[in-house]
């Protein structure tokens, strides 16, 4: 498809009240008025690329989507700068990765350039929607799915490529407060092979048990450890996971069974840029639980596009409760929220170039 494609234009002759009370959005509960669309079939390639009203959509009963989770997904955020304008946070990683994540699926891939055209014309359209407090940002899900009415297992030939809109606050309730985390033993999130490095949907079905068990025993999330030896720390919750031991700043390496974060990456840019001593390698829980007995253990804390730095205040592991560093934000914890919130919503200077205005 070429960049230079035209987007068609349908405006709502509707549009929604936007929620009165930003302090109240929590995350994932409202959407815009409008959503981009286009279409990918055999043959023909991707196509006919709209902006429309938001609303749902037909799809066949046998779609295989619905069927056989051939769907791909990103998120990334729209911020309202303090002068009034809209800027997003790297989003062409975003799109490179939504192009992995094809990649893996077997779903054709898209022009990364177009898609962030697309992407910023929608923002641009809803630009009102972003809201305007502490914590909150406008999330944008783009996301591909197989819409074939087919039953047989086989790639689709037959897609749409859809982008959505959110108006959010926090994504967990605490915000930045420390949560606290159980090590899960009985399920694993993916493994290595597997689809564990790029974001579909299965990863995050197959994490819905062990974080609905997690919340009945009071816990907010889970510390995923690996598939096969069930002793290499993965992710925590939807998140990449950091440790501070003895200085020393460890998130486990990307391998293939976790994902490459791109709060991951700005943290470990900026936490190396600020000279702290940062090792992307394997980390087992013993090495953390080890730590923590020598008292060693500075801080733990998960990163993400949702929750940005989600501090670890507490960590069970069987029947052993770790608290660290006092069930407090930490030093580094908050010093990565502040500059990265900071950044993103051009409150502080952006040396590294990434966040692109929305014109
Ligand atoms: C993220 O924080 O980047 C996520 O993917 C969380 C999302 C599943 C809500």
């Not at 309730?173 to 993916?190: A, D, F, L, S």
Request: aromatic fraction near 10%; charge should be negative.
């Amino acid at each position: 498809m070429s960049t230079a494609q035209k987007i068609e234009i349908i405006r709502t002759n509707n549009p929604k009240p936007k929620p009165a009370d930003v302090s109240k959005l929590g995350f994932g509960n409202y959407f815009t008025d409008h959503m981009f669309i286009m279409n990918y079939d055999e043959g023909k390639g991707w196509h006919s690329p709209r902006i429309v009203p938001y609303g749902p959509l037909s799809l066949d009963p046998a779609a295989m989507c619905l069927h056989y989770g051939q769907e791909v997904f990103e998120g990334l955020k729209a911020y309202r700068t303090p002068d009034g304008e809209a800027v997003l946070f790297r989003p062409d990683r975003n799109m490179a990765r939504l192009n992995l994540s094809n990649e893996r699926l077997c779903i054709p891939l898209i022009d990364e350039e177009f898609a962030l055209k697309a992407l910023k014309l929608l923002v641009k359209i809803e630009k009102n929607w972003i809201p305007d407090g502490e914590g909150t940002s406008l999330y944008i899900r783009p996301f591909i799915i197989a819409t074939d009415p087919h039953i047989g297992v086989r790639p689709a030939s037959h897609l749409l490529f859809i982008i959505i809109l959110s108006p959010v606050g926090a994504y967990y309730p605490q915000g930045i407060n420390p949560v606290n985390i159980y090590v899960e033993r009985k399920y694993v999130r993916t493994v290595r092979g597997g689809t564990g490095y790029v974001k579909t949907a299965g990863n995050y079905a197959a994490s819905l048990k062990a974080q609905d068990e997690a919340y009945s025993q009071g816990y907010t999330q889970v510390l995923w450890l690996d598939g096969v030896e069930r002793k290499y720390i993965e992710e925590v919750g939807t998140m990449n996971v950091f440790f501070k031991i003895d200085g020393e700043i460890i998130t486990p390496a990307l391998q293939g069974s976790i994902l490459g974060g791109i709060t991951r990456m700005s943290c470990i840019e900026l936490l190396r840029h600020w000279g702290y001593r940062v090792s992307e390698r394997p980390i087992t829980l013993d090495e953390v639980e080890k730590a923590a007995e020598r008292g060693l253990l500075e801080e733990a804390f998960g990163t993400g596009t949702a929750a940005v730095i989600s501090p670890i205040g507490e960590l069970k592991v069987d029947d052993r409760n770790i608290v660290i560093n006092d069930n407090k934000i930490g030093e580094v914890a908050r010093r990565l929220y502040d500059t990265l919130t900071g950044i993103q919503t051009c409150r502080i200077d952006d040396p590294f170039g990434w966040v692109v205005k929305i014109d």
